[in-house]
């Protein structure tokens, strides 16, 4: 790509109201029917796109979210001004009846290149009852036909958290001939409703990883991951010839090892298995709320600024604690000394839900789990 993450975001999620007809467990906005009086108008909407060109060519990409970005009656004139700017457009709307066929058919007439929907279960009970409205999962099956009708590039994100893991294969069998271009496994950040779920172990979660490297060489789509960078770390260690094999085998003194390895040492991570190495909060990554405040993810709400009144590129540049995000040095306790920190850096968002702290080390990650482990039994 050639692009520097610390400079310029490689996406930039504007969420345009929190205004949503879905009640779903794992909401990161906790969504509501109506959106807020304080969110961002048409002009402001607009402001906040020319913001994006200072950035400089090649822009990032805009993807519009919320709640339900369907919800704004701008939706329309906000997206022609986008594109008339020259700024990459995708759309990830809810699956609610306001997403007809004909809607999906006049996304690409008007400039968007990319639908990104979600589905968390392969069967109607198991995504509804995470939805929280019946007719949701038919819908978004609907919704993908139609996607694939009108030519758009499309994505389905599909949550991974204890209460969905043991049904990942079986929604990775109903979307083999989908049409989709990415399918990228979310692992929960407990923030927002998502708090009510409960997370996957370290031990499961790199399980589930390594099936998904496995499923990955052979899957007519991208396989990706969202909120769980050590995929790239695991995808490294794999390509990483001796050293990679005994880090698989998590022993405390490889353990060790593997966090003083350098980082340059394999390039992990790459297109097909988990995104663009060293993307992660806050570092390729910029998000806007429905209110204008800056964030470096949506996952991660420390409000760094507001659009109404600060520079975009500033703080994303400089920002507190984006400038900190950018610098994987910075980081600390495990993921601060880890070798691989340049390619994974581990999750910000899940450290800050779990710690405070928001340079602190992912708990999600086995390597950190099995090096606390080790500690523990040390001292006792």
């Given at each position: 790509m050639g692009i520097d993450f610390a400079?310029?975001?490689?996406?930039?999620?504007?969420e345009m109201t929190q205004a949503c007809d879905l009640a779903c467990r794992h909401c990161r906005a906790a969504a509501m029917p109506w959106g807020h009086p304080e969110q961002l108008t048409t002009a402001e909407g607009?402001?906040?796109?020319?913001?994006?060109?200072?950035?400089g060519a090649?822009?990032?990409?805009?993807?519009?979210?919320?709640?339900?970005?369907?919800q704004r009656a701008d939706l329309w004139e906000l997206i022609a001004e986008a594109r008339e700017l020259g700024i990459p457009v995708a759309i990830t709307p809810a699956?609610?009846?306001r997403l007809t066929q004909a809607v999906i058919g006049e996304l690409p007439a008007a400039g968007v290149s990319?639908?990104?929907?979600?589905?968390?279960?392969?069967t109607a009970a198991r995504h509804d009852g995470i939805r929280q409205v019946e007719g949701t999962f038919e819908r978004t099956l609907q919704a993908l036909g139609w996607g694939r009708e009108a030519g758009l590039a499309m994505q389905v994100n599909t949550l991974v958290s204890a209460e969905t893991v043991d049904d990942i294969p079986a929604i990775y069998e109903r979307l083999r001939g989908s049409g989709i271009r990415r399918w990228s496994l979310f692992f929960l950040i407990p923030m927002g409703r998502g708090a009510v779920l409960q997370p996957v172990t370290p031990e499961r979660g790199e399980a589930l990883m390594g099936w998904a490297l496995d499923i990955g060489a052979e899957a007519p789509f991208v396989v990706a991951s969202t909120e769980a960078p050590s995929f790239r770390r695991l995808a490294a260690m794999r390509r990483g010839g001796a050293a990679g094999a005994a880090a698989r085998q998590f022993g405390t003194s490889t353990?060790?090892?593997?966090m003083?390895?350098?980082?340059?040492?394999?390039?992990?991570?790459?297109?097909?298995?988990?995104?663009?190495?060293?993307?992660?909060?806050?570092?390729?990554i910029m998000f806007v709320s429905h209110r204008g405040e800056i964030c470096p993810s949506g996952f991660l709400p420390i409000v760094a600024g507001n659009v109404r009144r600060d520079s975009i590129v500033e703080v994303y540049r400089n920002g507190v604690p984006f400038a900190d995000l950018h610098d994987p040095s910075c980081f600390h306790d495990l993921c601060g000394v880890c070798g691989y920190n340049h390619i994974c850096g581990g999750s910000r968002a899940r450290a800050y839900a779990a710690t405070g702290d928001v340079l602190g080390s992912d708990p999600l990650c086995r390597l950190v789990a099995a090096e606390r482990e080790h500690a523990a039994t040390t001292w006792d």
């Open positions: 400079v310029r975001p490689l996406n930039i999620y504007w607009k402001a906040l796109l020319r913001q994006i060109l200072e950035f090649p822009y990032p990409h805009l993807i519009l979210t919320g709640g339900d970005p369907l699956a609610t009846p990319a639908l990104g929907l979600s589905l968390d279960g392969s353990t060790a090892q593997v003083a390895a350098p980082g340059t040492a394999v390039h992990g991570g790459g297109h097909r298995h988990g995104g663009l190495p060293g993307v992660r909060d806050g570092h390729g």
